[in-house]
């Protein structure tokens, strides 16, 4: 019975990196309703920010939030005005050709300046540092660090979206674009707004991930379909359901792995398969805004 509880907390623990990783990609949805095919890259491409930083200045990698999570809002802001406000003009399928090519883009662009190899972010002590439940159950400091820091941002997300001016105006526009606009609303800095903070949730979630495990180039397609039943599961464009999707899938991978070491990622596509064809809403409804 303890290896199965140790199971689903490990989940529990994963779940919470996944839901860190989701919630930008949900709020995106949520307020422009499309999916950024480019997500999983942008994580791929932070954690390649922050090697590249640890690498010529030195340090541990935890230094290297300070200047590439603004630096990840910025490109957000300046991709929003530049580039997807366009692609929302034409047809629906626009915006998602223009993140397909950018997952493309930045894909090959990685793999020309660094090659095929594995790499991570090694963050000494704490990569393997871990808290004594009992014999059989061990929780790792960055699992819970990270678990606590997914919590702590959907929170943190979900008061600026119901408590600031700013974040009523994004839940406006993604209600009803029209409306807001005649409301005074500025849609395209609420756009803009919204894949700042999208590619800064997930510039935090590339750099735990890759401090949790290797990545590559090609790491962020795996990333985006993680994401993405992630943001399914629990209910297109609800933060919380981002939540509750990412422990889902999380302990549907572990205890799948317990059964099976070989199968835990089959695990979770299949729940994620069984939730959308007797759920294809998500658990938690959301009229798909923001919520």
């Known amino acids: 019975m303890t290896v199965w509880i140790n199971a689903v907390i490990q989940g529990l623990l994963l779940g919470g990196l996944y839901a860190l990783f ?41 230094w290297t939030f300070a200047l590439v999570i603004p630096a990840a809002a910025l490109v957000g802001f300046l991709l929003q005005r530049l580039l997807l406000d366009r692609a ?21 662009l990685l793999q020309q300046g660094f090659g095929a190899n594995n790499e991570s972010l090694y963050v000494g002590a704490l990569s393997y540092q871990s808290w ?12 819970v660090i990270v678990f606590v820091i997914a919590v ?13 001016r700013a974040g009523r105006n994004m839940r406006a526009t993604a209600d009803n674009r029209r409306a807001a606009s005649l409301s005074g609303v500025n849609e395209r800095r ?3 707004t919204a894949t700042a903070i999208a590619l800064a949730t997930v510039a935090i979630g590339g750099l735990f991930l890759a401090m949790r495990t290797s990545f590559t180039p ?11 039943e992630a943001v399914i599961i629990g209910g297109l464009g609800n933060l919380w359901g981002t939540l509750l999707g990412g422990l889902i899938l999380g ?11 070989a199968d835990g990622i089959l695990a979770g596509h299949l729940v994620f398969l069984a939730i959308l064809a007797y759920r294809p809403q998500g658990i938690i409804a959301s009229r798909y805004a923001v919520s």
Do not use: W
């Open 22 to 62: 989701s919630c930008g990609l949900s709020l995106m949805f949520g307020v422009m309703r499309f999916v950024n095919l480019a997500h999983g890259d942008f994580a791929v491409l932070s954690a390649y920010a922050a090697y590249v930083l640890v690498e010529h200045v030195g340090g541990t990698p935890l």
């Open 88 to 108: 929302l003009t034409g047809s629906s399928l626009s915006p998602l050709l223009v993140t397909f090519g950018l997952s493309i883009l930045i894909e090959n």
């Open 132 to 143: 004594k439940i009992n014999n059989s159950i061990y929780l790792g400091r960055l699992q």
């Open 152 to 164: 702590a941002l959907i929170t943190g997300l979900q008061l600026f979206l119901t408590k600031t």
């Open 190 to 192: 609420v756009r803009a």
């Open 218 to 228: 090609t790491s962020g397609s795996n990333d985006l379909i993680f994401a993405f």
């Open 251 to 261: 302990v549907a991978q572990t205890v799948g792995s317990q059964i099976n070491p």
